[in-house]
């Protein structure tokens, strides 16, 4: 389950985040990104990141995930859609070349202090 080691990826980076002269702060909330092709389960994350918090400035703190859909363009006629399904082909023009604009995001966005 490779969610846990990105959970305590998280936790590190949020607490890495607090100011030292904010030796009392604690975390609130930490906001995620997650594309659908980043092989990432949100659930699976979110269990798991309750259990990297544990005894952290963290404990407590909520994981709020933004799951990102799967956004592709064609370099043929520069379509633009929503893949929901497998797609090789431009839904419009039916041509290969085809670009992933989003979908593979692992990003903190943010972190909130209390």
Do not use: Y
């Not at 929901?84 to 039916?94: D, H, I, L, R, W």
């Amino acid at each position: 389950m490779h969610e846990m080691g990105i959970a305590m990826e998280i936790v590190k980076i949020s607490r890495d985040s607090i100011p030292p002269h904010m030796t009392d702060a604690r975390v609130e909330r930490v906001n995620v990104r997650i594309g659908k092709l980043s092989a990432v389960v949100p659930q699976s994350l979110r269990f798991c990141f309750e259990m990297a918090v544990k005894d952290t400035p963290l404990d407590g703190a909520e994981l709020a995930i933004e799951e990102v859909p799967v956004v592709a363009q064609c370099r043929d006629c520069h379509h633009s859609w929503t893949i929901t399904g497998p797609a090789f082909f431009c839904e419009k023009c039916k041509s290969g070349k085809v670009d992933l604009l989003s979908g593979q995001e692992l990003d903190i966005v943010s972190i909130e202090l209390e």
